[in-house]
Nanobody, 115 residues
């Protein structure tokens, strides 16, 4: 099992920045991919960014150039640096880990961007 705990969410004005962290514990040695998803009220959960074991990354189109995902394997932590935030980025952000074909989820952290 993998346990994921997110932190770093909060309220920020449009144009501001936030850095989310996700600490993984448990059976983290064979996690293949770690990712951030988000879910806004009334909308489906969507992929924000993911990072693979080798370090390669990919992003949703609307986040390219504004968000950066990174990973510290020694600490078992993944980060999401979010810059130039917009009100439409308001959502609950979830950390995800894919291990052995099984998805693991954190409890989510709220990000609210005011206009």
């Amino acid at each position: 099992q993998v346990q994921l705990v997110e932190s770093g969410g909060g309220l920020v004005q449009a144009g501001g920045s936030l850095r989310l962290s996700c600490a993984a514990s448990g059976s983290i040695f064979s996690i293949n991919v770690m990712a951030w998803y988000r879910q806004a009220p009334g909308k489906q959960r969507e992929l924000v960014a993911r990072i693979f074991n080798g370090g390669s990354t990919n992003y949703a189109d609307s986040m390219k150039g504004r968000f950066t995902i990174s990973r510290d394997n020694a600490k078992g932590t993944v980060y999401l640096q979010m810059n130039s935030l917009k009100p439409e980025d308001t959502a609950v952000y979830y950390c995800n880990a894919l291990r052995g074909g099984t998805n693991h989820w954190g409890q989510g952290t709220q990000v609210t961007v005011s206009s």
